[in-house]
């Protein structure tokens, strides 16, 4: 093999790699279902209209994808306006059904599925936060029920 | 005259490697320079590392306009540094890539390396290294779109800037590890792969660059064609050919000065422009950071976080534990070692937001 031909080789693997590497996903992403709707994906940071009374579906999808993780899925805190989103809290705007529990579908990727109504009108915000000394995750969906 | 005679009469009694850095006192300096940006960031906590990366402010601009937010691990500090740079940039042209970026330093010292361990640098012909710098373009769209996707650093993944900085921590992604490298590796043949052609904030720099105010002038007017600066010129130009470098990929190393023969060579301005320029950026880059911690008060010292319990509150705080429970409402044997978020387990009304609005506002 002359150089020239072992030099394309090495940039076809590096733009394999590169390519590849891009396929990566985000380290959460969100998916909404609804009664109006089958599914959408929703950007952390977004705003998102909700209808009053409806019933809605959130999927939350977590990759661990660094090394050494050591925040298992089981310490992310969902929180909703500024307090602990909680099971049938009647008191809470998006009343949740179901007990936050991660499902871990593989080794690095869990996934939970948050089933709640809007039972009341107004902005209602979802922060979603795992602490670690590596900076961690803080985001927030704001919904608006009308 | 008589100095010069003096003076290279005192060099022949230094040893090689003495004589060799004195007798190339620009070159010397730049090192100086690129050693005291290494330490510094090696020496950089893994999140303070996050604030002083230029790349990170423009993948944060990819969210800030649209949203008004930062992306996670970055903030105010990236874009001072970015617009530090961009700044730079317009004046003397991409001195960062030159003088500061750590992971062009050590593709340098592993270069020189090489040439130490006699290994012959691989001549790449002029029209392949012009066609595979535009790669960088391709790269720089990538992680730019790749980020307005996910709203996460996602060029972190493969980011060998970053790779090397932390690669003895479990934040560094294994692809970039390896892509760092096949990049050192593939420094041991030829100068500056990365900066070259896959670098995207060089790619970004390289644009600014060609506009900018001050260029690298042919270092000598007496040029005699020799071809020593292209020999020294880390990403392989011609700075002999026409009186002023007008390629993009030129990285104000300044290493084609030094290069000219003694005789010949006349012109230091390059050398002082990019000196000056890294001497600001240096200082930027070590203060900023600070400052913006200092200021917004969300890194380190006096911080209660969700996860930080009642004592270490009282510690960071300054604060003694037993006033934090008057001040919470808490009854007085209420535990300490319970963590601010799961107060609100035992009083509903005892929320995050309330905690922090007694505790912190």
């Given at each position: ?146 | ?338 963590k601010l978020i799961d107060i609100e387990d035992d009083y509903e009304d005892i929320t995050w937001t309330f905690i922090k609005d007694v505790l912190v506002e």
């Amino acid at each position: 093999m002359n150089n020239t031909m072992a030099r394309r080789i090495f940039m076809a693997a590096l733009m394999v790699t590169l390519g590849a590497a891009a396929a990566f996903a985000c380290e959460m992403s969100f998916t909404l279902e609804g009664q109006s709707f089958t599914s959408m994906s929703i950007q952390p940071g977004s705003t998102v209209k909700l209808s009053e009374g409806q019933s809605y579906k959130l999927t939350v999808e977590f990759n661990e994808d660094h090394r050494n993780c050591k925040v298992p899925a089981d310490e992310t805190l969902f929180l909703l306006n500024g307090e602990k989103w909680r099971v049938n809290k009647e008191t809470q705007a998006l009343l949740l059904k179901n007990v936050i529990e991660w499902d871990a579908v593989t080794n690095t990727k869990n996934v939970i599925v948050l089933e709640f109504t809007a039972s009341v009108k107004g902005e209602q915000v979802i922060q979603i936060v795992r602490e670690c000394s590596k900076g961690g995750y803080d985001e927030e969906i704001t919904f608006v029920v009308e | 005259m008589l100095e010069n005679v003096r003076r290279e009469a005192m060099m022949k009694k230094l040893p090689l490697w003495l004589n060799k850095i004195l007798g190339n006192k620009e070159g010397a300096i730049r090192t100086l320079v690129q050693i005291a940006v290494f330490i510094g960031a090696v020496l950089l906590p893994v999140g303070i590392f996050h604030m002083i990366c230029p790349m990170g402010g423009i993948a944060t601009l990819t969210r800030f306009f649209s949203q008004g937010l930062f992306i996670p691990k970055t903030s105010i500090s990236n874009f001072i540094i970015l617009g530090a740079v961009l700044l730079v940039t317009i004046i003397a042209g991409p001195v960062f890539c030159g003088w500061i970026c750590p992971l062009g330093s050590v593709q340098d010292w592993v270069r020189s390396l090489s040439k130490k361990l006699k290994i012959k640098r691989l001549t790449v012909p002029r029209y392949i290294n012009t066609a595979l710098s535009l790669l960088r373009f391709g790269v720089l769209a990538l992680v730019i779109f790749a980020t307005a996707k996910s709203l996460s650093l996602m060029f972190m993944r493969l980011d060998p800037y970053y790779a090397l900085m932390h690669f003895w921590t479990g934040e560094v992604f294994p692809l970039s590890i390896l892509i760092l490298a096949l990049t050192l590796i593939l420094s041991l043949f030829i100068d500056r792969p990365w900066c070259r052609w896959f670098c995207p904030l060089g790619a970004v720099l390289s644009v600014i660059g060609k506009i900018s105010i001050f260029k690298i002038k042919k270092p000598s007017s007496k040029c005699i064609n020799c071809g020593s600066c292209h020999k020294a010129c880390p990403v392989g130009l011609h700075p002999e050919e026409k009186e002023s470098v007008t390629d993009i990929r030129c990285i104000r190393c300044g290493l084609c000065t030094p290069s000219c023969p003694p005789k010949v060579r006349t012109n230091k301005t390059n050398f002082i422009i990019s000196f000056v320029s890294a001497l600001f950026l240096l200082v930027v880059f070590f203060t900023v950071p600070i400052f913006t911690q200092k200021s917004s008060g969300t890194q380190a010292g006096g911080e209660i976080t969700m996860n930080t319990t009642i004592q270490a509150a009282s510690e960071n705080l300054g604060i003694s534990e037993k006033e934090i429970l008057i001040k919470l409402g808490l009854p007085p044997t209420y535990e300490t070692d319970t963590k601010l978020i799961d107060i609100e387990d035992d009083y509903e009304d005892i929320t995050w937001t309330f905690i922090k609005d007694v505790l912190v506002e």
